[in-house]
Protein backbone atom coordinates (compact mmCIF):
# COMPACT_ATOMS: atom_id res chain seq x y z
CA UNK A 1 0.00 0.00 0.00
CA UNK A 2 2.77 2.38 0.93
CA UNK A 3 4.10 2.44 -2.57
CA UNK A 4 0.58 3.99 -3.88
CA UNK A 5 1.29 7.22 -1.78
CA UNK A 6 3.43 9.60 -3.87
CA UNK A 7 3.89 13.45 -2.55
CA UNK A 8 3.65 16.31 -5.05
CA UNK A 9 6.52 17.10 -6.96
CA UNK A 10 9.11 18.99 -5.51
CA UNK A 11 12.12 19.96 -6.71
CA UNK A 12 13.85 21.00 -3.70
CA UNK A 13 13.41 17.71 -2.49
CA UNK A 14 14.06 15.55 -5.19
CA UNK A 15 17.26 17.53 -5.44
CA UNK A 16 18.10 17.07 -1.84
CA UNK A 17 18.48 20.67 -1.50
CA UNK A 18 16.07 21.11 1.50
CA UNK A 19 18.67 19.56 3.09
CA UNK A 20 21.42 22.26 2.69
CA UNK A 21 18.69 25.52 3.67
CA UNK A 22 17.87 26.19 -0.10
CA UNK A 23 14.94 26.36 -2.17
CA UNK A 24 14.75 25.69 -5.77
CA UNK A 25 13.11 28.91 -7.37
CA UNK A 26 13.85 28.36 -11.20
CA UNK A 27 15.63 25.65 -13.67
CA UNK A 28 17.85 26.07 -16.69
CA UNK A 29 18.01 22.59 -18.27
CA UNK A 30 20.53 22.70 -21.04
CA UNK A 31 21.96 20.02 -23.07
CA UNK A 32 25.22 18.94 -21.12
CA UNK A 33 24.42 20.77 -17.54
CA UNK A 34 21.62 21.86 -15.81
CA UNK A 35 21.46 24.87 -13.46
CA UNK A 36 18.91 25.71 -10.59
CA UNK A 37 18.32 29.00 -9.01
CA UNK A 38 18.15 29.04 -5.68
CA UNK A 39 17.04 31.25 -2.37
CA UNK A 40 18.35 30.33 1.43
CA UNK A 41 14.94 29.56 2.85
CA UNK A 42 16.89 31.24 6.69
CA UNK A 43 16.26 34.68 7.36
CA UNK A 44 19.33 36.15 8.47
CA UNK A 45 18.35 39.51 9.41
CA UNK A 46 19.33 40.10 13.01
CA UNK A 47 22.72 42.40 13.54
CA UNK A 48 25.76 39.80 15.05
CA UNK A 49 26.85 43.38 16.69
CA UNK A 50 24.29 45.14 17.80
CA UNK A 51 20.95 42.65 17.18
CA UNK A 52 18.92 45.16 15.58
CA UNK A 53 17.44 44.37 12.53
CA UNK A 54 18.66 44.89 9.14
CA UNK A 55 18.22 45.81 5.62
CA UNK A 56 18.26 43.86 2.77
CA UNK A 57 20.08 45.86 0.55
CA UNK A 58 20.67 43.38 -2.58
CA UNK A 59 21.42 40.35 -3.41
CA UNK A 60 24.66 38.73 -5.41
CA UNK A 61 24.57 35.18 -6.82
CA UNK A 62 27.09 32.86 -5.22
CA UNK A 63 27.70 29.51 -8.12
CA UNK A 64 28.05 26.16 -6.77
CA UNK A 65 28.57 22.54 -8.69
CA UNK A 66 25.74 20.62 -6.78
CA UNK A 67 25.61 16.49 -7.25
CA UNK A 68 24.91 15.32 -11.03
CA UNK A 69 21.72 13.52 -11.95
CA UNK A 70 21.99 11.48 -14.74
CA UNK A 71 25.49 12.59 -14.98
CA UNK A 72 24.33 15.55 -16.23
CA UNK A 73 26.32 18.49 -14.00
CA UNK A 74 23.96 20.39 -11.93
CA UNK A 75 24.72 23.97 -11.20
CA UNK A 76 23.14 26.12 -8.60
CA UNK A 77 22.77 29.93 -8.48
CA UNK A 78 22.32 30.89 -4.86
CA UNK A 79 20.82 33.98 -4.48
CA UNK A 80 22.66 35.75 -1.27
CA UNK A 81 20.69 38.74 0.37
CA UNK A 82 23.26 41.31 1.95
CA UNK A 83 22.14 43.43 4.92
CA UNK A 84 23.26 46.64 6.60
CA UNK A 85 22.19 47.54 10.27
CA UNK A 86 20.45 50.64 10.55
CA UNK A 87 21.78 51.12 13.63
CA UNK A 88 25.55 50.45 13.87
CA UNK A 89 26.41 50.25 9.89
CA UNK A 90 27.28 46.76 9.86
CA UNK A 91 27.00 45.12 6.73
CA UNK A 92 26.60 40.84 6.06
CA UNK A 93 25.85 38.48 3.85
CA UNK A 94 22.93 35.77 4.80
CA UNK A 95 24.33 32.93 6.41
CA UNK A 96 24.81 29.88 3.95
CA UNK A 97 26.58 27.92 5.54
CA UNK A 98 24.54 24.81 5.90
CA UNK A 99 25.02 25.10 2.26
CA UNK A 100 28.51 25.14 1.34
CA UNK A 101 31.38 26.04 3.32
CA UNK A 102 33.17 29.72 2.81
CA UNK A 103 34.30 30.20 -0.68
CA UNK A 104 33.96 26.47 -1.42
CA UNK A 105 32.78 25.73 -4.98
CA UNK A 106 31.02 22.39 -4.09
CA UNK A 107 27.82 22.12 -2.34
CA UNK A 108 28.01 20.02 1.27
CA UNK A 109 25.97 17.25 -1.11
CA UNK A 110 28.29 17.39 -3.64
CA UNK A 111 31.68 17.18 -1.30
CA UNK A 112 29.54 13.29 -0.42
CA UNK A 113 28.57 12.68 -4.05
CA UNK A 114 32.68 13.04 -4.53
CA UNK A 115 34.06 11.07 -2.03
CA UNK A 116 31.51 8.40 -2.09
CA UNK A 117 32.61 8.22 -6.01
CA UNK A 118 36.11 7.98 -5.36
CA UNK A 119 35.93 5.93 -2.19
CA UNK A 120 33.17 3.88 -3.03
CA UNK A 121 32.73 3.40 -6.55
CA UNK A 122 36.44 3.90 -7.24
CA UNK A 123 35.42 6.52 -9.62
CA UNK A 124 38.87 8.77 -11.27
CA UNK A 125 39.09 12.23 -10.20
CA UNK A 126 39.00 13.61 -13.55
CA UNK A 127 35.32 11.26 -14.25
CA UNK A 128 33.99 12.72 -10.83
CA UNK A 129 35.22 16.37 -11.79
CA UNK A 130 33.59 15.88 -15.67
CA UNK A 131 30.45 14.76 -13.26
CA UNK A 132 30.15 17.77 -11.33
CA UNK A 133 31.51 19.95 -14.21
CA UNK A 134 34.38 21.79 -12.35
CA UNK A 135 37.80 21.44 -12.90
CA UNK A 136 39.78 18.72 -10.92
CA UNK A 137 42.83 21.36 -10.62
CA UNK A 138 40.68 23.54 -7.97
CA UNK A 139 41.61 23.97 -4.50
CA UNK A 140 38.60 22.27 -3.18
CA UNK A 141 39.04 19.14 -5.15
CA UNK A 142 42.17 18.46 -3.56
CA UNK A 143 40.58 19.01 0.14
CA UNK A 144 37.13 18.81 -0.07
CA UNK A 145 35.38 19.83 3.59
ZN1 LIG B 1 24.00 46.56 14.26
Not at 4 to 11: A, M, S, V, Y
Not at 34 to 55: F, H, M, P
Not at 112 to 127: C, F, K, N, S
Amino acid sequence: MANTIFDRPDLSVFTRLDDLGLEVTGQRVEADHAVLACRITGEDRWCRRCGCQGISRDTVVRRLAHEPYGWRPTILHVSVRRYRCETCAHVWRQDMSQAADPRAKLSRAAVRWALTGLVVHHLTVARVAQALGVSWKSRQYCCPG
